[in-house]
């Protein structure tokens, strides 16, 4: 991945947090908004680490004696490590991230499904991924910003419920990253 992409991902995501305010999910109602707004970057985010694997995988260095890195590991112990052991540790753990975050997208997506008949569902659409105010979507259908709010809410708690069911406390192993 180069700086100019890195710097990118993280202009928007802040662009992001101070636009909507995200403060870190508390429980599956914040967790499941937090999926929603982010849902639109899970493409890019998984195209992106895609690209970032293709690109060391294809930078793999020829039949040269292994240079030793050190890589300070926890407890303060260093590890000397090559660099071909470091770029398929990072290429392993860039390859579970596209898993995971392709598993997300796609329990996110099968969610909505079962809601886009929903007449409020347009709602959700304009909130989240056209990112409009309460007042903007309030004008657009002519109903109270309470109600935009109020049926936001029931949407979102529904779909907390199938995204969470048991343990709605405790998200999917996948990481969002976000500043408070």
């Given at each position: 991945m180069t700086e100019k992409e890195i710097k990118k991902i993280v202009k928007v995501t802040i662009?992001?947090?101070?636009?909507?305010?995200?403060?870190?999910?508390?429980?599956?109602?914040q967790l499941t908004e937090l999926y929603l707004s982010q849902y639109k970057n899970m493409e890019e985010s998984i195209q992106i680490k895609l690209d970032t694997i293709k690109e060391l995988r294809e930078d793999i260095p020829g039949p040269k004696s292994p240079t030793l890195v050190?890589?300070?590991?926890?407890g303060g112990k260093v590890e000397n490590k090559s660099q071909l052991e470091r770029r398929e540790e990072v290429i392993n753990h860039l390859v579970k991230e596209v898993e995971e975050l392709s598993a997300l997208k796609l329990q996110i997506e099968k969610v909505?499904?079962?809601?886009?008949?929903?007449?409020?569902?347009r709602i959700i659409q304009e909130r989240f991924?056209?990112?409009?105010t309460f007042d903007e979507i309030g004008d657009m259908f002519g109903i109270d910003?309470?109600?935009v709010r109020r049926r936001k809410n029931r949407?979102?708690?529904?779909?907390?419920?199938?995204?969470?069911?048991?343990?709605?406390?405790?998200?999917?192993?996948v990481r969002l990253d976000y500043a408070e």
């Open positions: 662009e992001e947090v101070h636009k909507h305010k995200l403060k870190p999910a508390k429980n599956s109602f050190q890589d300070v590991v926890k909505m499904d079962k809601y886009r008949t929903d007449k409020d569902f991924f056209n990112r409009k910003e309470s109600t949407i979102v708690k529904e779909m907390s419920e199938i995204l969470f069911p048991l343990c709605a406390e405790m998200p999917p192993k």
